[in-house]
């Protein structure tokens, strides 16, 4: 494992948003076949951008080839909220993609409503320990094959805001976040979690994170996306408008 982080990560251009998606969706067609000892599992990212890839995976030619049945699908934050409320990303998911293609209910785990987000939180937290079989994360076995993050130009990512306690958890692989900033008590995967990934994936387009990119790139400790690492690879794919100018 390669251990790579924002600074040493590989960085992919693409002409635009579109794509950038379509790359994407063809490379996790073709790490998710290849995948041959286990199920392929994959946190997916909330929030805008993804969604064009979403759409994508759950169209043709996709639709028919990705291997549904040996993939596992999880999500890397969510807004506290009904799963049928127009802001909450496992209702985005379930709209663009679960609801369109023949993957089976087990095998795709959003996050958990409860009467509180902390008991959310520990429900979802034994939700990934049992598919991982062991309640601590070991040294070198990833807990997901893919980690899909988006950026927020406060260099954001998941819901792991600037200033907010989660981001010294180093124990719990889901916690809580009420960032000021943004609506909703916030559940979210915790850096350690995120880390136990083959491959973390940054997909940010648009000239307006142009800058929060680059400060990520330089782990600018302000951005609490710089201290993503990968117990694998780390590889930004961006459109032209959010990509440095030397790339
Ligand atoms: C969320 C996301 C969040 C998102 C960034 C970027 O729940 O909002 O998980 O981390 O990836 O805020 O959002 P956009 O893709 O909409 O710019």
Not at 224 to 241: F, K, N, Y
């Amino acid at each position: 494992m390669t251990g790579q982080n924002t600074r040493t990560g590989k960085v992919s251009v693409f002409a635009d948003k579109a794509a950038a998606s379509r790359h994407l969706a063809d490379w996790l067609l073709q790490e998710a076949l290849a995948k041959q000892n286990g199920p392929f599992s994959i946190a997916l990212s909330g929030g805008s951008t993804p969604q064009l890839l979403y759409s994508m995976m759950a169209s043709e030619p996709y639709a028919s080839r990705f291997p549904w049945a040996r993939m596992q699908f999880f999500l890397g934050d969510d807004r506290f909220l009904a799963h049928d409320h127009a802001d909450s990303n496992s209702g985005m998911l379930h709209r663009l993609l679960f609801s369109r293609v023949p993957v089976s209910a087990e095998n795709v785990h959003l996050i958990p409503t409860a009467d509180t987000a902390e008991e959310a939180a520990k429900a979802y937290e034994a939700e990934m320990k049992a598919f991982y079989g062991a309640d601590t994360l070991q040294p070198g076995r990833p807990l997901f094959d893919v980690n899909l993050l988006g950026l927020g130009s406060d260099g954001h990512t998941a819901s792991l805001f600037p200033g907010q306690p989660v981001l010294k958890e180093q124990t719990a692989w889901v916690s809580t976040c009420v960032p000021p900033v943004a609506p909703y008590t916030r559940l979210t995967m915790t850096y350690p979690a995120i880390d136990a990934s083959r491959h973390v994936i940054f997909l940010v387009e648009g000239a307006s994170k142009r800058e929060t990119v680059a400060k990520v790139r330089a782990q600018d400790p302000a951005c609490p996306a710089s201290a993503i690492t990968a117990m694998g690879e780390l590889t930004w794919v961006l459109d032209r408008d959010a990509a440095p100018a030397d790339q």
